[in-house]
């Protein structure tokens, strides 16, 4: 399994762009990255997935980088509601119980 | 919504008692997933159905028993549970297991605690 590694937590100020690295240096051919939204006492939100170079939906962008050891998950203009935890998930899609959390990346966004 | 849903939101139970998590889905989809949520810990996978089987026990205790009559309804029954089993109990369903089994939407969870 992929290992994934991302900062603990961010603080951004509201309007502002935010970008969420992700690193995960033993990524495998078949895996695809995987970006999750959770609030505080709710189940995690699918938000995107990717495999190579750039993925965006009206939610956010996913750039990931030729050799796939990264990831970055962009939010443009954040407001409040999305003080959250992301996380960034890493593995073939064909086995979902490899699907694995980790403790993700604390996202404070201020006024 | 996520089109999944769960009840209850918050139990409180004791160590003898017997309850019962529901979980429902209205997606269409054909794998439904049990994930258990502890305080500052991160989600742990628990069992993996998909069509009405299991395919997957994460060594999970006997006291949790899993049922799934159908691809829409997924339960969690409950016996003897310990204090550390408080937490919150998350349901989840993808399209199938395989090739959309990353994405997976949650319902809101249940919220319990055991005294």
């Known amino acids: 399994l992929a290992k994934t590694t991302q900062p603990i937590s961010m603080d951004s100020y509201e309007g502002q762009e935010v970008n969420i690295t992700c690193s995960h240096n033993n990524i495998a051919t078949n895996d695809y990255i995987t970006w999750y939204q959770q609030f505080p006492s709710q189940g995690p939100r699918f938000i995107i997935q990717?495999?190579?170079t750039k993925v965006t939906n009206e939610v956010a962008s996913l750039f990931i980088p030729a050799d796939r050891k990264s990831s970055t998950l962009s939010l443009p203009r954040v407001s409040l509601s999305d003080t959250a935890v992301y996380y960034c998930l890493v593995g073939d899609t064909g086995t979902a119980s490899k699907l694995t959390f980790g403790t993700g990346t604390r996202l404070q966004v201020t006024l | 919504e996520t089109g999944v849903t769960q009840t209850p939101r918050h139990l409180v139970m004791g160590m003898t008692n017997k309850k019962s998590l529901k979980c429902e889905q209205h997606?269409?989809?054909?794998?439904m997933y049990w994930y258990k949520q502890s305080a500052k810990k991160p989600l742990e996978l628990m069992f993996v159905?998909?069509?009405?089987?299991?395919?997957e026990n994460n060594s999970v205790p006997s006291r949790f028993s899993p049922e799934c009559p159908n691809s829409s309804h997924l339960f969690l029954h409950l016996h003897t549970l310990q204090p550390e089993d408080s937490a919150l109990y998350l349901c989840a369903s993808s399209r199938n297991r395989d090739r959309s089994s990353y994405e997976q939407y949650f319902g809101p969870g249940t919220r319990l605690t055991v005294t």
């Open positions: 990717g495999y190579k």
């Open positions: 159905y998909n069509f009405k089987e299991q395919t």
């Open positions: 997606l269409g989809h054909n794998a």
